[in-house]
């Protein structure tokens, strides 16, 4: 998993990273219109979304949707429903065990709160998820968040902050935290 990152929006480095998020979307495109029953089908896109085989036991109910996919990094018999977005430019791990509920989005990139440098840098930090943890319906994981095992994330929630092991988290509600 990569560590904090900041990347600047016109270098090579960028437009790399923006050849292979357009691969992705083609791939992830003909995932998703995939019957229900072809499984082979999903192995061998998957497979290429993440560049390399899916670890034993893992389910992944599509629709599904990534940016890269490689820096996706699963553990065995993990759990992810439908309608769930992983943008991994900084790095996603999920341990082992760990349910995705539907609709959960995984954020790892972001841009500077600074208006003039906002449009000039693309920001990151990776997400670590430790094992057994379940992430209920439409729960958000933001940029730089490390979950602890046993942990159970409230559906709705939007996760901000590192969670201690065996906790529960719920909340949503958005404050002003500064003004310029």
């Known amino acids: 998993m990569s560590s904090d990152r900041l990347m600047r929006i016109h270098s090579a480095e960028f437009q790399a990273m923006a050849e292979r998020v357009l691969r992705v979307s083609e791939l992830t495109s003909r995932l998703n219109v995939l019957p229900f029953e072809d499984e082979a089908g999903k192995v061998e896109l998957f497979e290429q979304i993440l ?10 109910h599509p629709p599904f949707y990534t940016d890269h996919g490689l820096h996706l990094d699963l553990g065995e018999r993990v759990f992810i429903n439908q309608n769930c977005t992983f943008l991994d430019y900084a790095g996603i791990r999920l341990g082992e065990r760990v349910m995705v509920g539907p609709k959960v989005t995984f954020i790892t990139g972001g841009h500077p709160v600074d208006p003039e440098e906002r449009r000039l840098y693309l920001t990151g930090a990776p997400i670590d998820v430790a094992e057994n943890v379940w992430i209920g319906a ?24 590192d969670v201690p092991p065996a906790s529960l988290v719920t909340g949503t509600k958005a404050t002003v935290y500064r003004q310029w």
């Open 51 to 60: 560049g390399k085989p899916l670890p034993p036991g893992v389910t992944i």
């Open 138 to 161: 439409g729960a958000t994981i933001l940029p730089g968040v490390s979950i602890g095992r046993d942990a159970v994330i409230a559906a709705g929630a939007v996760v901000a902050d």
